[in-house]
């Protein structure tokens, strides 16, 4: 559609102004047909019969017409008498005037039910109507005002209809501005964090562009929570591969004066195979949901298959529910659980008791072991890249991160809370 506007605003004036001049056409058109017509053809009728009463009148010969007979003065016309007058000389003494459609109209009428020589015009001003009559040798002059033959109300009826519908106009532009205002401040928030720039944005407008505008929040801080995490990935790898790589460089280098190589060549190989690991680590926080697409799955199977993997007895599987179908990245949130129970399978003792539920319009799926847990301040911590709780273990710190980036992907939550088998517990919340 070529000829339609292309800014929102004017899609939005076309949308009020088109049935307003639509319902202005259909009031105006009934209202001229039913009412207006109606209401001039009735004043018409009972003017014409006082005018065909004058002339009876003066064809009855009752009385003078100068001045006005008391038994027609009720009827509010100004008549009087031309005596020796002839109707084509008394026609160019009335000064010319303009005829309308009204007044052709009425003398079209008013000569089906008068049958004598008439004149009508409009007098000077345009204020009365003159009609003049040829009876014997006088001309019979009447003189009324012209809303005697046509509604005068009917002008203002419009004029009230236009200017009502142009005031309702301006206070639809009024606040279609403003609405307007929100849309272009929500895309020149967008424009601007896409240019890389830091921008304040806070959502206005009706209910549906502050939903927009708190999604447009919602992305930017995924996004800039994404960048971070790269830049801290990067910035970590530097660090962690500096100190291997020194090694390397120093047994290398020793390794031609060396009396025992085979000893240099097996601390080169375990520093590779560090190093492998630590980069093998890096890739899967890096990779994070990946590209993977998302499709329809039922979580209780995939949880089924994630835990095909686990022969340790210490492990229970709670069902709160048999089967939910939902869109998920399923190899991710395989990860994400693997890596929680990898966790679990380190620090429990006795028993890991895995539960999935559904609540309103999320599937919860809940790890608790029976291990020694973490101090309630370390929460936060836990979920940080490169973060160890235990320096003990083996590992970069990652796991959790992982976890934390997964479910996030999938608008979902992660939290720790204390196990009622005083170990630690961990929810993914994920919406359905």
Same mark, same amino acid.
């Given at each position: ?85 002839d109707l084509n000389v008394y026609q160019k003494t ?25 004149? !009508? ?267 160890? !709780? ?7 710190? !990652?796991? !959790? ?32």
């Amino acid at each position: 559609m070529r000829f339609l506007p292309q800014t929102l605003f004017f899609r939005f004036l076309l949308i009020i102004l088109i049935p307003i001049l639509l319902l202005q056409l259909v009031v105006a058109f009934i209202f001229y047909q039913r009412h207006w017509e109606n209401v001039t053809l009735q004043m018409q009728n009972a003017l014409i019969s006082e005018i065909r009463y004058i002339f009876s009148v003066a064809l009855s010969g009752k009385g003078n017409m100068q001045p006005p007979l008391p038994d027609i003065d009720f009827l509010r016309l100004h008549t009087f008498t031309l005596p020796n007058q002839d109707l084509n000389v008394y026609q160019k003494t009335v000064p010319p005037s303009y005829n309308d459609a009204s007044l052709l109209t009425f003398d079209q009428r008013l000569r089906q039910v008068v049958e004598l020589p008439l004149f !009508l015009s409009y007098s000077r001003n345009g204020a009365t109507v003159i009609v003049a009559g040829q009876i014997n040798h006088d001309v019979v002059v009447i003189e009324f005002s012209t809303k005697r033959f046509r509604s005068p109300t009917t002008y203002i009826f419009i004029l009230w209809m236009i200017g009502t519908s142009i005031l309702l106009v301006a206070v639809s532009i009024t606040f279609m501005r403003n609405q307007i205002k929100s849309i272009l401040k929500l895309a020149e928030a967008a424009d601007t964090f896409g240019k890389g720039l830091n921008v304040d944005f806070e959502p206005s407008g009706s209910k549906e562009i502050r939903m927009a505008g708190r999604a447009f929040i919602k992305m930017k801080k995924r996004i800039e929570h994404q960048i971070r995490h790269r830049t801290e990935l990067l910035a970590h790898i530097s660090h962690d591969l500096r100190t291997p790589l020194t090694s390397l460089k120093l047994q290398l280098a020793l390794l031609a004066d060396s009396t025992n190589p085979q000893a240099i060549v097996e601390a080169i190989d375990k520093h590779v195979i560090e190093m492998e690991r630590m980069v093998k680590g890096y890739l899967n926080f890096a990779k994070g949901e990946g590209n993977e697409e998302v499709v329809s799955v039922d979580i209780v199977t995939l949880l089924h298959d994630a835990l095909l993997q686990y022969k340790d007895a210490r492990i229970e599987l709670k069902q709160r529910i048999n089967s939910y179908t939902m869109f998920i990245r399923p190899q991710a949130i395989k990860r994400a659980c693997s890596n929680i129970l990898n966790n679990a399978i380190q620090h429990a003792k006795d028993k890991i008791v895995i539960t999935i539920t559904k609540r309103l319009s999320s599937i919860y799926i809940i790890i608790d072991d029976d291990g020694k847990g973490i101090k309630r301040s370390m929460y936060q911590a836990a979920f940080s890249a490169f973060h160890r !709780l235990d320096e003990s273990k083996d590992g970069y710190g !990652l796991g !959790l991160a992982i976890v934390k980036s997964i479910v996030q992907s999938h608008g979902g939550q992660v939290r720790l809370a204390k196990s009622p088998y005083n170990g630690l517990r961990v929810v993914v919340s994920l919406p359905v």
